[in-house]
């Protein structure tokens, strides 16, 4: 009897093992099947207190005037720096150093989009940026875009460049607007590159969709090289790329020097000239042939 009873009670337990584990393997899968809510990574935007000083460098008047504009996701980091000449410690009577805005760009590479003035712009043929002081706005500070707006007030016309970031992006969006004050002027928008490095040796090349350059050449863009990718053969592994939205723009020249280059883009006269996205990679590290598949197998994305 004592036996019988012992058995029974150990198959029992057995029973209730095998549920238990039955139970947990049910549990393990539903919660591998379930959906779980999933968190889009996110892009910050911070922008530096003013910094002034005396001037160190090659300008012709006695202050420095700089200020740091930071946009950032979990895989990359683009500083735009902006760099002004000016007469007094407050920004008065300012002048570009370097080209005709004094943006440049530093980060992520320190080379490829030129660290002391990757924006250039002209109105009407003149550089009417190179004698005004721009303020900076945080539009968005974290989410999953980051945005700034920088914004230039001058005799002949407002100019505002908006610059956004996606969290999971690896491109700088920017955007510009140009609002006439008197008669409308045709509008210049120039981005300048020094790609891989600064020093010798050289060997500058440019690749769009359908053809390989290098330089020196001087050309216009074909309405289907809405993408551009700059490189030199002796630093193959930091490149960077623009892509264009063709539709607003009258034409688009690229200026492959042996040393700089130069992507400019003429927006006929209006009252008010709003260009499309310009999208801008800084390609630091990454392989060539990656960096072609990547922005040259999208560049239907920048039309």
Same mark, same amino acid.
């Given at each position: 009897?004592?036996?019988?009873?012992?058995?029974?009670?150990?198959?029992?337990?057995?029973?209730?093992?095998?549920?238990?584990?039955?139970?947990?393997?049910?549990?393990?899968?539903?919660?591998?099947?379930?959906?779980?809510?999933?968190?889009?990574?996110?892009?910050?935007?911070?922008?530096?207190?003013?910094?002034?000083?005396?001037?160190?460098?090659?300008?012709?008047?006695?202050?420095?005037? @700089?200020?740091?504009?930071?946009?950032?996701?979990?895989?990359?980091?683009?500083?735009?720096?902006?760099?002004?000449?000016?007469?007094?410690?407050?920004?008065?009577?300012?002048?570009?150093?370097?080209?005709?805005?004094?943006?440049?760009?530093?980060?992520?590479?320190?080379?490829?989009?030129?660290?002391?003035?990757?924006?250039?712009?002209?109105?009407?043929?003149?550089?009417?940026?190179?004698?005004?002081?721009?303020?900076?706005? &945080?539009?968005?500070?974290?989410?999953?875009?980051?945005?700034?707006?920088?914004?230039?007030?001058?005799?002949?016309?407002? &100019?505002?460049?908006?610059?956004?970031?996606?969290?999971?992006?690896?491109?700088?969006?920017?955007?510009?607007?140009?609002?006439?004050?008197?008669?409308?002027?045709?509008?210049?928008?120039?981005?300048?590159?020094?790609?891989?490095?600064?020093?010798?040796?050289?060997?500058?090349?440019?690749?769009?969709?359908?053809?390989?350059?290098?330089?020196?050449?001087?050309?216009?863009?074909?309405?289907?090289?809405?993408? &551009?990718?700059?490189?030199?053969?002796?630093?193959?592994?930091?490149?960077?790329?623009?892509?264009?939205?063709?539709?607003?723009?009258?034409?688009?020249?690229?200026?492959?020097?042996?040393?700089? &280059?130069?992507?400019?883009?003429?927006?006929?006269?209006?009252?008010?000239?709003?260009?499309?996205?310009?999208?801008?990679?800084?390609?630091?590290?990454?392989?060539? @042939?990656?960096?072609?598949?990547?922005?040259?197998?999208?560049?239907?994305?920048?039309?």
């Amino acid at each position: 009897m004592l036996t019988a009873v012992l058995g029974l009670a150990l198959g029992c337990l057995a029973q209730d093992a095998r549920q238990a584990q039955g139970q947990a393997l049910l549990d393990e899968i539903r919660n591998a099947l379930e959906v779980k809510p999933t968190t889009a990574p996110a892009a910050a935007c911070t922008l530096s207190e003013v910094k002034t000083g005396a001037h160190r460098a090659h300008g012709t008047k006695p202050f420095d005037y @700089n200020r740091s504009l930071a946009l950032r996701n979990p895989q990359i980091t683009y500083n735009l720096k902006y760099w002004m000449n000016t007469g007094t410690a407050a920004g008065e009577d300012p002048l570009a150093i370097e080209g005709s805005s004094g943006l440049g760009m530093d980060r992520p590479s320190g080379a490829n989009w030129y660290s002391n003035n990757f924006f250039e712009f002209e109105y009407g043929g003149k550089p009417i940026l190179k004698t005004a002081l721009a303020t900076f706005e &945080v539009l968005s500070a974290d989410g999953p875009t980051a945005s700034a707006r920088v914004a230039w007030d001058t005799p002949a016309a407002t &100019v505002t460049l908006n610059v956004e970031l996606e969290g999971a992006g690896d491109f700088l969006r920017l955007q510009c607007t140009v609002t006439a004050k008197g008669a409308p002027e045709d509008v210049t928008i120039g981005f300048r590159a020094y790609p891989g490095h600064t020093a010798a040796p050289r060997a500058r090349r440019a690749a769009t969709c359908r053809r390989e350059l290098t330089a020196p050449q001087k050309l216009t863009l074909g309405a289907d090289e809405a993408t &551009v990718l700059l490189f030199d053969e002796f630093d193959p592994a930091t490149s960077c790329a623009l892509s264009f939205a063709t539709a607003s723009v009258r034409d688009g020249t690229l200026d492959l020097g042996e040393y700089g &280059v130069t992507l400019s883009f003429r927006f006929p006269a209006a009252p008010v000239v709003k260009t499309g996205a310009f999208k801008l990679w800084d390609l630091d590290g990454v392989t060539l @042939n990656t960096a072609m598949t990547r922005v040259l197998g999208n560049a239907e994305q920048g039309k």
